[in-house]
């Protein structure tokens, strides 16, 4: 059987009503991708964090099976990167230099690794990163078929709007206009690819909190960290190196305080850390879009669907057995018209502190979200009616134990 080329490309931190009627963002080749494929507008991540959000793609298993956290990840664990190996498919990459996507891509056939984790080297897409992806596309080293998986992380913070990107032509704000000059780009690829002999997949890790406007507390907290760093470097400040620190963060939280007093919790929520509260929608839900080989209707479904269905949907669409328990499930139901009967998701923090997990999990159906601690049931529960309260902004849980 002759397979298709695959393109899976995946967005860091961008939400699913990026792409809704009321955008602002200019996406006219992603627009193209959906008017020629399937838009799932209600795809869910199953965490606010790239790890444990990307590993339930690769493995179409939740981290409840896999034991995949934000620093933990088990070269063991089999992939859908591995199941295409076994089908004769050449595997190539272009990541950040995260060590979780370097180990998961440690037997691809060809990588790209642009440095990340140290912003200061960070160039993005118009900074080389994108020509590096146009030179391996038309590289005569991409064998046939191939896997070729992207991970952008130009609309992560602290973004850089290219100048001719710049303008009101492209956004009202910055997540928007990054959003236009990712999309520029990704017409640049798709200009380099077949796109009758290759299925695209393009999705996100997870969301961002929605900003009330551009001008972030965030600025604030960034200086006083600036200070902290350069009082540590000064000799005669450094036996009050740590009075100095904790007078600086009461200050901080002292700024903080004043500036959110005046907004509603939903505007103040978009000053939250992600990771460190609730999994609201703009954290989780993320734009899901199916297109190329063998899915060439227009059309958008609006049934909840999952990260892990990503993978065993691939598979369905290339006609490939999968011999494995996996929690994921076709969605080629779906793109032929057809029922299918709705599985809530799972959803959960991730962590940013190496040895735990994440504090709060929970269950997102199509109509309520229910969220605790996980480690102890009886702690941090909220149910929210997603139909009738959509911003979750009435924690519920307290009236309606039944539910």
């Not at 991540?45 to 990307?54: Q, R």
């Not at 140290?118 to 005569?140: A, H, T, W």
């Not at 992600?274 to 929608?281: A, I, P, S, V, W």
């Amino acid at each position: 059987m002759l397979f298709p080329n695959i393109l899976l490309l995946t967005i860091d931190n961008v939400r699913a009503d990026k792409f809704n009627d009321n955008k602002s963002c200019l996406i006219p080749y992603l627009e193209n991708l959906i008017r020629n494929g399937v838009y799932f507008d209600h795809a869910i991540s199953g965490a606010d964090g790239t790890t444990i959000s990307l590993a339930n793609i690769f493995t179409g298993c939740y981290s409840l099976r896999t034991g995949i956290s934000t620093y933990f990840f088990n070269t063991n664990t089999e992939t859908f990167f591995d199941v295409l190996k076994q089908n004769n498919y050449h595997t190539y990459c272009c990541i950040p230099d995260l060590q979780f996507l370097i180990k998961t891509t440690m037997n691809f056939d060809g990588k790209i690794i642009y440095p990340y984790v140290n912003r200061d080297l960070y160039v993005g897409l118009f900074g080389g990163i994108g020509n590096q992806i146009i030179e391996q596309l038309k590289s005569k080293e991409m064998k046939e078929p191939w896997l070729f998986f992207i991970h952008l992380m130009d609309a992560k913070p602290p973004i850089t709007i290219p100048e001719e990107f710049n303008n009101m032509n492209y956004g009202n704000m910055k997540s928007d206009k990054i959003l236009s000059a990712i999309d520029f780009w990704i017409g640049k690829i798709l200009h380099e690819v077949n796109l009758e002999n290759t299925l695209i997949i393009i999705s996100s890790d997870h969301g961002n909190f929605i900003p009330i406007t551009d001008e972030s507390l965030d600025k604030i907290p960034k200086n006083i960290h600036k200070l902290i760093r350069k009082c540590k470097n000064i000799k005669f400040l450094e036996k009050l190196g740590f009075h100095v620190f904790l007078f600086l963060r009461y200050m901080l939280k002292k700024i903080r305080k004043n500036k959110l007093k005046n907004l509603s919790s939903y505007e103040s929520r978009s000053f939250s850390t992600r990771t460190k509260t609730e999994l609201f929608d703009e954290l989780i839900r993320v734009p899901l879009i199916f297109s190329g080989y063998n899915v060439t209707q227009h059309k958008k479904i609006s049934h909840l669907v999952r990260h892990v269905d990503i993978f065993p949907t691939i598979m369905t669409l290339l006609n490939i057995s999968l011999n494995k328990n996996i929690d994921g499930r076709s969605l080629y139901p779906l793109i032929q018209g057809k029922n299918l009967k709705e599985i809530p998701a799972y959803i959960e923090n991730a962590s940013l502190n190496t040895m735990n997990l994440g504090e709060r999990i929970g269950i997102r159906t199509s109509e309520y979200k229910y969220q605790r601690n996980r480690f102890d049931p009886t702690k941090n529960i909220s149910l929210y009616d997603l139909k009738n309260d959509p911003l979750e902004e009435k924690n519920i849980a307290n009236n309606h134990k039944d539910i």
